[in-house]
């Protein structure tokens, strides 16, 4: 699916709703396929869609970071949104895949949960939709697969941004 690179996050939201889910740059789905499953990113192994931050709530616990719009209410994955959207790397160099876990599995991903969040406040942790699952997650428990890519380059992000500014004079 392309996607205009501003507006990508609202025009697939719809799909995310009441789904968890994984996102991953195409580069490590490739990985991901070769190997039948998602694995935990505990030594940087991975390209990651969110960087290499060594202190990610998950990683230090070597569970996959999932998106969970399951759990979360509608006010809490709208207060995420300001933190961390499922599209923020998606630029027309790095595509995205997002993967959708099947509900058979569902019943063993950890939540979030803010009493683990205070007592790890040295740890990156995505508050309310950021969950883990504690161990590989096999294809055949992907119930499908979204493909995202954009052709906006930043150029084209730099322009409107610019264009805003002389329209409305900041």
């Given at each position: ?41 505990t030594n940087n192994q991975y390209v990651g869609a969110f960087g290499k931050h ?115 004079a900041l």
């Amino acid at each position: 699916m392309v996607l205009n690179k501003q507006t990508a996050y609202s025009t697939i939201k719809h799909r995310l709703e009441g789904e968890i889910f994984h996102v991953t740059p195409k580069v490590s789905f490739d990985s991901i396929v070769a190997n039948g499953e998602i694995r935990p990113n505990t030594n940087n192994q991975y390209v990651g869609a969110f960087g290499k931050h060594s202190g990610s709530y998950c990683r230090v616990r070597k569970f996959i970071s999932l998106f969970d719009y399951h759990n979360a209410s509608i006010a809490e994955i709208e207060y995420a949104e300001n933190k961390c959207l499922p599209t923020m790397s998606l630029t027309k160099e790095n595509s995205l895949v997002v993967l959708f876990l099947s509900q058979s599995i569902w019943s063993k991903v950890l939540p979030y949960s803010r009493k683990n969040f205070e007592e790890n406040l040295s740890q990156m942790v995505v508050p309310h939709i950021e969950a883990g699952y504690p161990e590989p997650i096999s294809m055949k428990q992907i119930s499908k697969i979204l493909i995202l890519s954009t052709n906006d380059d930043e150029d084209s992000l730099v322009k409107a941004l610019r264009a805003g500014r002389q329209k409305y004079a900041l």
